[in-house]
């Protein structure tokens, strides 16, 4: 039990390293937090800082998490391990202690770490997430399509085990609140689009 709580808070403290906020204080001497949509993720800083900035930031979110899994790996090992790194870099990613408790939605770094633990599963509702993406060019519908579906795949592909199936149970119903804001501006027809043109931009 000392190493499954030491691994969630190892996990914890990493996904409490907001890339987001670091990135926009050190280098554009604000708080992304403050600007656009107030999130601290991959969509809201290529709105804000441009698209150099958003990738280094879903790089650093994916990071994370893939370090917190493999520390989860190495301290409890098997996907147990894994899936409880995981959590834990998730939570602090969407509560980060470092930064008042206020951080992203965490799908990027949630990417990163059930890519490493369940990778046909991650890229099954990475395929999801793509297509509705492409279909209604809104983040939030792709992002909450993926959350959806990835724990369908992994239950119905992954022996049952308590702590993975209500992780993972867990893990999507996180995302899918902490999408309720975007929730309600669709419904409103007030969400923001992304317009693919963005991505051709130097800045």
């Known amino acids: 039990m000392v190493k499954q709580l030491l691994t969630l808070l190892i996990g914890y403290l990493l996904g409490s390293i907001s890339t987001g906020v670091l990135l926009s204080r050190f280098v554009a001497h604000t708080d992304i937090r403050k600007q ?8 809201n800083m290529l709105r804000v800082m441009g698209k150099k900035f958003a990738l280094l930031t879903l790089a650093g979110d994916m990071l994370k998490g893939i370090v917190a ?11 147990t391990g894994q899936i409880l790194g995981a959590f834990g870099a998730i939570l602090g990613h969407n509560f980060p202690v470092f930064f008042g408790f206020k951080g992203g939605k965490g799908i990027a770094t949630s990417f990163g770490c059930l890519l490493v633990v369940f990778p046909l599963q991650t890229l099954a ?6 297509a509705l993406f492409l279909i209604t060019h809104y983040v939030s519908v792709g992002s909450i399509g993926a959350a959806v579906t990835l724990p369908i795949f992994v239950i119905a592909t992954t022996p049952y085990d308590p702590v993975i199936w209500v992780s993972i149970a867990v893990i999507g119903a996180l995302a899918i609140w902490r999408h309720w804001p975007n929730i309600v501006r669709l419904k409103n ?3 923001n689009k992304i317009d693919f043109a963005v991505f051709g931009k130097k800045k």
């Open 36 to 43: 656009g949509s107030g999130n601290a993720g991959t969509t």
């Open 69 to 79: 899994v493999l520390i989860g790996s190495a301290l409890v090992g098997g996907q």
């Open 125 to 130: 509702a990475f395929g999801v997430f793509l």
């Open 189 to 191: 027809h007030t969400e």
